[in-house]
């Protein structure tokens, strides 16, 4: 795919260092039942399968090797809050950690934080769009700006203001692509609406690297439309999906082209 398209998924992945594991789990991270249930959960609570979701060949691609539990690759680093980039609760407010155990945010900080926008920032030269790409739940969960509100079934977080990070003359170009890409998923489905900044209005990464030159955007897909009620993948939806997301990249590629 030419020009380059750079895909970053900041939450693919549920994999957690074994330190970690052991940080949160104690001496029980040698019990196979208990190390699986959290990786489970951990992975639910992330954006699963979007590493499938935004595959598109040609595009240079980024997925995160670890969970955003280890640490979270789209918060600033410098955000210490409890949900920030080294978080201490999962969205439920529970704890992740056991009463007096803390995490060395700086440790996690050099080691996966660094390293990964190294990474991104090696793979700038040269590209014309930057999309960040997650999944969201079918309801905002007790952590959010949207607590037990339907989502729609895809959100394009584009900022506003100076926080603007796709031109603002293509916001609704680029919002009927979306529409028109997935529509063949969208018709008939539960929840159908694309939406615009809603319930976000963008995403760290595209703050952090979009600029006047480089158009950059986050695409949230809701869960909803890929996962049963109980987290299990349906293979069909997400091949589907990811079908759509190629003709969607590439609509969107020539809008900033002819931008």
Request: charge should be negative; glycine fraction near 8%.
């Amino acid at each position: 795919m030419a020009p380059p398209l750079l895909i970053l998924t900041p939450h693919s992945s549920g994999q957690l260092p074994a330190q970690v594991m052991h940080q949160m789990l104690g001496e029980a991270v040698y019990d196979t039942l208990a190390r699986e249930a959290l990786q489970r959960r951990i992975f639910l609570d992330g954006d699963p399968y979007t590493d499938l979701l935004f595959l598109v060949p040609g595009a240079r691609t980024l997925n995160a090797p670890w969970s955003r539990f280890v640490v979270d690759l789209n918060r600033e680093r410098d955000d210490a809050s409890d949900n920030g980039v080294v978080k201490r609760t999962g969205f439920d407010l529970n704890a992740l950690y056991p009463a007096g155990t803390e995490p060395d945010a700086e440790d996690r900080l050099r080691r996966y934080w660094d390293s990964f926008n190294a990474q991104v920032r090696a793979e700038l030269e040269g590209v014309s769009l930057l999309m960040v790409g997650h999944s969201m739940g079918m309801y905002g969960p007790a952590l959010g700006p949207d607590h037990g509100q339907p989502r729609p079934a895809l959100t394009l977080m584009l900022g506003e203001g100076e926080r603007a990070t796709f031109p603002p003359g293509l916001t609704e170009p680029l919002r009927l692509a979306a529409e028109q890409a997935f529509a063949a998923v969208l018709r008939g489905a539960e929840v159908s609406r694309v939406a615009v900044n809603d319930p976000w209005t963008t995403d760290d990464l595209s703050v952090r690297y979009g600029h006047a030159r480089l158009p950059a955007f986050g695409l949230e897909i809701n869960a909803g439309l890929y996962l049963t009620d109980e987290g299990a993948p349906r293979d069909d939806r997400i091949h589907a999906l990811n079908a759509c997301l190629r003709v969607f990249a590439a609509a969107a590629l020539e809008l900033v082209g002819s931008g």
